[in-house]
């Protein structure tokens, strides 16, 4: 089976403009997860799809960051305007509902801001 | 809040056996997981503990104590291609059930 895709897989973008990342998930896996590792830090999580409902976007930097999961397949995650503190690698993993293990990363979407 | 702690670095053999160390606070418990990332890379699913004990897998092994609040995974027999980050992550039921990851440990193995 194809594994979670995320596109782009590099980003360098301007501090005010506008970037889309796209997560597409294992087929037939409910949740999509976004979690985010800025430089130095551990990964973080932001927020969590169980198909096209946001169950949890507790981690959510602020309201520069719009999550969109139309259909409950895939997702995309735009910063507008990004900031320089947005720099980060941006990770999207997927799993079945109710799976008690496997959560499926993709290889993330370095994002840079400048 | 969750807490995560796990060295930052470790350094060892080809042949040798290493075991990376985590320990965790969290309320909730419901599972440990254990990722391999190679630099620019996914991390990839190596383990996952939610009773007490060693679960085997090969040449990687995890244990749980959850009174203890403390996890291993144990590598054996290094190859050179084990070096990269071991990223160990905890998932709570009172946190949504997402993942909450440590900041890894970046291990390198030498011949």
């Known amino acids: 089976e194809a594994g979670v895709t995320q596109f782009p897989s590099h980003s360098v973008i301007e501090k005010g403009q506008t970037v889309t990342l796209r997560c597409d998930p294992i087929?037939?896996?409910?949740?999509l997860y976004w979690y985010r590792r800025v430089m130095g830090k551990e990964i973080k999580f932001l927020l969590h799809f169980v198909k096209e409902s946001k169950q949890d976007e507790s981690g959510m930097p602020n309201n520069r960051f719009l999550a969109e999961r139309t259909g409950g397949t895939y997702s995309t995650l735009k910063v507008q305007p990004a900031e320089l503190e947005d720099s980060g690698v941006y990770f999207c993993?997927?799993?079945?509902?109710?799976?008690?293990?496997?959560?499926?990363f993709g290889s993330g979407t370095r994002l840079t801001v400048v | 809040g969750q807490n995560i702690d796990q060295p930052t670095e470790m350094t060892a053999t080809e042949g040798a056996i290493v075991q990376i160390n985590c320990t965790y606070q969290?309320?909730?418990?419901?599972?440990l997981f254990w990722y391999q990332q190679h630099a620019g890379e996914a991390p990839t699913f190596l383990s996952y503990n939610v009773l007490d004990g060693l679960e085997e897998k090969g040449r990687f092994s995890s244990f749980l104590s959850r009174s203890k609040g403390y996890s291993y995974l144990l590598l054996k027999e290094l190859q050179m291609k084990d070096s990269a980050s071991y990223l160990c992550a905890v998932r709570s039921h009172n946190a949504g059930n997402m993942l909450t990851f440590g900041g890894g440990t970046r291990l390198m193995v030498k011949p």
């Open positions: 993993a997927s799993s079945q509902q109710g799976a008690g293990n496997g959560y499926t």
């Open positions: 969290t309320s909730g418990f419901n599972g």
């Open positions: 087929s037939g896996h409910d949740n």
